[in-house]
């Protein structure tokens, strides 16, 4: 079979040589690596007519630390370190997606207490990313306000899971068989405050941004992506929620405690900037609400059901499985030889996928949209490089 | 302000007209320049975050010591902390960036990723070992990632290396504060270079070699 793939190179001479159909010039500019508004070193090579952009090229690689190569030499405890790394807005979940991948492979089981502890944590770093990602949001349009509200309400869910979990930002808590300590004592108590905090805070939050009309201008029917679109360029998560799908691996293929809460999926309806914002303020009172209807009642029992020193072989074969984070589906992939560690381990990451609907939405907006295109994706970069 | 207020009325010398001061020109110019370094923002991986906390959110607050004029721009900053890591694709970018900042410019390596390579130092085909091997580093920040009072720490480590080190006719110079002290009779460069050659024989992998030895597992 003979494949050709076009090189950057050719992608731009090739699109040069053909004559613009308008009466002006196009051309090519880079935005990034280094850009204050690509959240990272994301470089974007854009295709412009005057200020409409014509086409959008992602080039990757600038943050790419090997770590599916990594992972064949670590063995599988190991593998959960890397993870948090990778998308350190939602690192609970990154171990979570190993763990799942590990205990479904080997058939370790793990109890409600655990189940129930690793749900709890989840959701909260669900709602801190998307407090992250609305101050953010709020920056790249040009109002630092809710950066500041964002952070420092941020700041809070951190502290809670530091005296829990000794780290800040990449916090390696669940591992196969269980997690790795038990619930700090005023853990439960905390984090009721920090819920009675937080509600009326986001109501504040929409008073003080969605309310906004400029920033409605700035998001409303810019980069519409239907239904059909989102499924084909692989989106996940709240990029494809909004987009009208009611695809939620929480709901869908149920694991954790997810089962046995009530809560919505948030979907959008038109797909455009302004959903995929909305969804996500709508997830954090549906992570609210899952916390609320769990931490009560957390059963007793032990929080590691597999010692830490204990020898972790996985089945000859391939595993596969995968959870919902912040940003999407996060899968684990393993082909096993049946060693302490993988033949080979490569992780479906959200953003890799979300980052390619861009180049769908993008096409026929402004320079100015484009930011806003890519603040409404709120991407992590180092989880397309890896 | 205690400066300004506080220490300046005792240096005064009283004149008709008006007060003048007295001092030497390199406190002066060092002085300021201590205290209004405008980082660039240049965040690669998960150390941005932590950083983007310290001197962009209300609680660690870095404008108290003068570093809280992010600039997009390397053209408009004189200092650049590293934060997260630095892959090899992004290592000539770095370089220009670095090289486009106006002298003087300072360089604060934060986590463990820019000081040795990190997580990412065994296996890494990709990685780079340590940021100072493509600029040089003034002030080294370790954690993955450091606490924001830790890029305080080495904020204020930073300052008062400028207030001490450089005179105006010979830029550049820096004295740097000893941190530890190292056994009698090793230097620093007897431990970079066993380092180096640990690293050497870890990292580069003979790929033929690695897949002669490696069997397809079976039934795949």
């Not at chain 1, 797909?271 to 957390?298: F, K, P, T």
């Not at chain 1, 499985?321 to 479906?348: H, N």
Request: charged share 25%; aromatic share 8%.
């Amino acid at each position: 079979m003979n494949v050709h793939v076009s090189t950057l190179d050719e992608k731009t001479r090739s699109s040069l040589a053909i004559e613009s159909h308008s009466e002006t010039e196009e051309y090519f500019i880079n935005m990034g690596p280094q850009h204050p508004s690509t959240h990272g070193v994301l470089r974007l090579i854009l295709k412009l007519d005057g200020e409409t952009v014509r086409e959008v090229i992602p080039v990757l690689g600038y943050i790419h630390r090997s770590i599916e190569k990594i992972s064949e030499y670590s063995t599988y405890r190991q593998i959960v370190h890397l993870t948090d790394r990778m998308d350190y807005l939602s690192a609970i979940m990154n171990n979570w997606a190993v763990a799942r991948t590990v205990e479904k492979a080997a058939e370790i089981e793990t109890n409600e207490r655990i189940e129930s502890i690793r749900t709890i944590v989840s959701e909260l770093e669900r709602i801190h990313s998307h407090q992250l990602g609305w101050g953010v949001l709020g920056m790249d349009m040009g109002a630092f306000t809710p950066f500041l509200y964002g952070f420092r309400d941020r700041e809070m869910i951190t502290d809670i899971l530091e005296e829990t979990i000794g780290a800040r930002l990449t916090m390696n808590y669940i591992q196969p068989g269980g997690v790795m300590f038990d619930i700090h004592p005023d853990f439960v108590r905390k984090v009721k405050e920090y819920l009675a905090y937080f509600k009326p805070k986001l109501d504040e939050y929409e008073d003080l941004l969605s309310g906004n009309p400029i920033l409605q201008q700035r998001l409303r029917n810019v980069g519409i992506m239907d239904a059909e679109t989102a499924l084909s360029m692989g989106a996940t998560g709240p990029v494809l929620r909004a987009s009208r799908v009611p695809y939620d691996l929480r709901k869908i293929e149920p694991y954790g405690m997810y089962g046995e809460v009530e809560f919505r999926v948030a979907i959008g309806t038109a797909g455009d900037c302004w959903d995929r914002y909305y969804v996500r303020i709508e997830e954090m009172r549906q992570s609210m609400r899952i916390i609320e209807q769990l931490i009560d009642n957390i059963p007793e029992g032990k929080f590691l059901l597999k010692k830490p020193a204990a020898k972790l072989t996985i089945p000859e074969g391939r595993h596969y499985s995968q959870i919902e984070t912040a940003r999407g589906v996060l899968g684990f992939y393993i082909v096993s030889e049946g060693k302490e560690t993988p033949y080979r381990a490569y992780f479906r990451t959200p953003n890799f996928h979300n980052l390619w609907s861009l180049t769908a939405m993008a096409p026929g907006g402004r320079v100015g949209d484009l930011v806003a295109i890519i603040s409404s994706l709120d991407l992590v970069i180092p989880d397309i490089d890896r | 302000m205690g400066l300004i207020t506080e220490k300046l009325p005792k240096m005064m010398a009283g004149m008709p007209g008006s007060d003048i001061i007295f001092t030497r020109m390199d406190a002066v110019i060092n002085w300021a320049r201590a205290n209004s370094l405008w980082p660039l923002t240049f965040g690669t991986s998960c150390c941005a975050i932590e950083m983007m906390m310290a001197p962009g959110a209300s609680r660690h607050d870095l404008a108290r010591f003068g570093a809280e004029v992010a600039r997009p721009s390397p053209r408009q900053a004189d200092m650049l902390i590293l934060a997260g890591t630095i892959v090899k694709r992004m290592a000539p970018r770095l370089r220009t960036l670095y090289e486009q900042m106006p002298e003087p410019r300072y360089v604060i390596a934060t986590g463990a990723c820019t000081i040795s390579g990190g997580p990412f130092i065994y296996h890494s085909y990709s990685t780079v070992r340590g940021a100072d091997t493509i600029i040089p580093v003034d002030v080294y920040v370790p954690g993955c990632p450091p606490r924001p009072e830790g890029l305080l720490y080495g904020l204020l480590t930073l300052q008062k290396m400028i207030r001490s080190g450089e005179t105006v006719r010979e830029p550049g110079i820096r004295h740097k504060p000893v941190t530890s002290e190292t056994p009698e009779g090793i230097t620093i460069e007897d431990i970079k270079s066993e380092m180096l050659a640990l690293l050497e024989k870890d990292a580069v992998v003979d790929v033929r070699k690695a897949a002669e030895q490696m069997e397809r597992p079976t039934g795949i």
